[in-house]
């Protein structure tokens, strides 16, 4: 992948990241962001596109989850 594939990739994730207002949105659109973002690294990289879509996702959700802000 090039690396302006790559950037423009990252844009994009990065555009829509931190959406929803509760605890159990903010995982899941964490996870859902960070899986995709874990396959396109780890396809990039040779690591595999299904452990990166794992390894992403759970980071994901544990990020999304616990940046959750207090109202």
């Known amino acids: 992948m090039s690396a302006i594939k790559l950037a423009s990739t990252f844009a994009i994730l990065l555009s829509v990241a931190a959406c ?3 605890w159990g949105q903010r995982a899941v659109t ?8 874990g396959a396109v690294v780890g396809g990039a990289t040779g690591v595999g596109v299904l452990p990166g879509a794992l390894i992403g996702g759970a980071v994901g959700a544990g ?3 616990a940046t959750t802000p207090e109202r």
Do not use: L
């Not at 964490?30 to 973002?37: P, R």
């Open 20 to 22: 929803g207002d509760t």
């Open 30 to 37: 964490g996870g859902a962001i960070g899986a995709g973002s």
């Open 63 to 65: 990020v999304g989850a």
